[in-house]
């Protein structure tokens, strides 16, 4: 009986032991630290009510720091939504195409890519995979990355180029089968990017 | 081992020291190692050591074909403290130091110190990544795996105020508090993994209450929990900030690490930055990023080599000096030591593996110690036989 006693003592210490653990929260004090906040949270509505915020608008530079291209055959003008420098449609009217300007590295290059990934119901990956999988191109000292991504039914191609302290977005959404087609021509699009 | 035990305390070191115990807790091992095995397949390394090993119990169910079967066992830190005990009692009680048993307390002292050795690296070990921009310098490590909500009050012109919260403390329906912020955070709902859309793309999901910062335009659907290495985990958590002297509600927020950014908050006078990111370990220096250099094979993408060429500055000003930190060639600073891992961002962004691990050389030296033990014993062994034999 008294060994039993013993026991059951040694495992009740133990496992008040392990009731000992650290309580979760950290406060601590760090130098300043400038954080570039993401362009999605530029709005804040003052009332609760307001269930639709007003979208931001895309930022505009004037000077001439801007990068052009060339809008390859077959494209055409759409009319552009919030955010949007530039907005094109294929000749099929299936796959849209935009240039969003952002500041500073938007949020990640990984961030971006997983939100892309999920629109077209892809599993979202480590940033090394994604870092991986991209395809550095340059075109005229513009240096960015390309990412393909294709999901069951809908795809994406996306460029981002990084471009004095902003990022700058190419993107192609639509049907995998229609994006394919334009593959070609997106390539040739990102490739005739270029700075005055 | 030394020491004359008082018969009292003999008494109650007996049952600590049975054999008995010795026995079933080398058997309960052999169990954990077999189900912690087992459960990699489903949970990957890290998870399955959390859940059998760097833990006091393990409740884990068990897939079995179509049966589900319950597993209580001890986990790996309660078996390894009965055994540690156990073999210290033992000493105390049975065994007698003598010569002729001289190899056996040596091997026990290396069983001891392996023990040891898996408490300190359980408990003192850090591994994370440190990323870090050409041009920029970073002072934080990022874990792998943990996740927090950093609540920063910015008003300091000098500092920056930091509560950071483990996500492993939200929970669906809790209310999180800290004496340091004037807000309670109520969990509405929280996902460990979810998927995020847009809702301007037309997606519809939960977390419909959200209205303030970029939550309002993001429709949130939960998602099965990964556990693989190469994907991670989106955690969303839709909260109520409420406003501590007011009872006022400072709105509902979406709280996600899938969007990299903080959000601002006003409360008390104050602004608050408030983001869900990898958990974040400061250090008391800087590591700035001159350059990184990407080498390939002339006309291909097969690197030859990757380097990152960095300064670090500790925050006394006693050091500042230059490294190169390329394959096999790490930094080693303050008991971290900084492998070159990755790198992103055509080449402009270079993250670096952290590794901190206080007792690595305990194993090593137990080894000895074991081997050295054994030697000795069987070498008396021998010497007594060959003895007996000669007479």
Known sequence: MKKKHWLNLLIVLLAGLSSCQKSGVRIYEIPKETEAESPFSVQAPQSESSASPPAPRPVVSSNASEISWTVPEGWKEAALKPMRLASYTSANGQVDISVVKLGGAAGGVASNVNRWRGQVGLEPSSPESIAKAATSFESEGLKGSLFVLYGAENGTLAAIVPYQGMSWFFKATGPSSSLKEEASRFNEWVESLRVP | ?391
């Open chain 2, 1 to 391: 081992m030394l020491i004359k035990i008082p018969y009292p305390l003999k008494k109650i070191l007996n049952p600590i020291a049975s054999l008995k115990l010795t026995v079933a807790c080398l058997l309960i091992s052999i169990l954990l190692v077999f189900f912690g095995t087992l459960a990699q397949v489903e949970f990957g390394i890290w998870e399955a050591q959390n859940r059998y090993f760097s833990t006091w119990w393990v409740w884990e169910t068990i897939q079995f074909g179509e049966w589900s079967i319950p597993l209580f066992l001890p986990g790996g830190y309660l078996v390894g403290s009965v055994l540690l005990i156990n073999l210290l009692a033992a000493h105390g009680t049975r065994f007698k130091l003598t010569w002729k048993k001289s190899g056996i307390v040596l091997t026990h002292i290396g069983i001891l110190l392996l023990i040891v050795g898996g408490f300190i690296t359980g408990a003192t070990s850090h591994e994370g990544a440190m990323s870090i921009r050409e041009g920029d310098s970073s002072r934080f490590i990022e874990s792998f795996h943990e996740r927090e909500l950093a609540v920063v009050d910015k008003s300091d012109p000098e500092t920056d105020q930091v509560v950071a919260f483990d996500t492993s403390l939200f929970q669906t329906g809790y209310r999180v508090d800290h004496p340091d912020l004037p807000f309670f955070i109520d969990v509405h709902q929280y996902f460990p993994n979810s998927r995020l859309r847009m809702r301007e793309d037309g997606a519809v999901g939960q977390f419909t209450r959200v209205n303030r910062g970029f939550g309002q335009r993001i429709a949130v659907r939960p998602h099965r929990e990964t556990f693989k290495q190469d994907e991670q985990n989106l955690i969303s958590m839709e909260a109520k900030l409420v406003d501590k002297d007011s009872n006022q509600s400072l709105g509902y927020w979406l709280f996600t690490n899938a969007i990299v950014a903080s959000q601002s908050v006003e409360a008390a006078g104050k602004t608050y930055q408030i983001s869900l990111r990898p958990t974040r370990t400061y250090v008391p220096y800087a590591i700035k990023l001159i350059d990184f250099s990407h080498d390939k094979y002339p006309g291909t993408q097969v690197p030859v080599n990757f380097s990152s060429k960095v300064q670090l500055a500790n925050d006394e000003g006693t050091v500042d000096r230059e490294s190169l930190i390329y394959m096999n060639h790490p930094l080693r600073f303050e008991g971290r030591t900084f492998y070159q891992q990755s790198f992103g961002e055509n080449d402009k962004l270079s993250v670096l593996q952290v590794v901190k691990n206080p007792g690595w050389q305990l194993p090593y030296l137990s080894c000895a110690l074991l081997a050295l033990g054994l030697c000795l014993q069987f070498g008396i062994h021998l010497g007594q036989f060959l003895k007996r034999r000669g007479a």
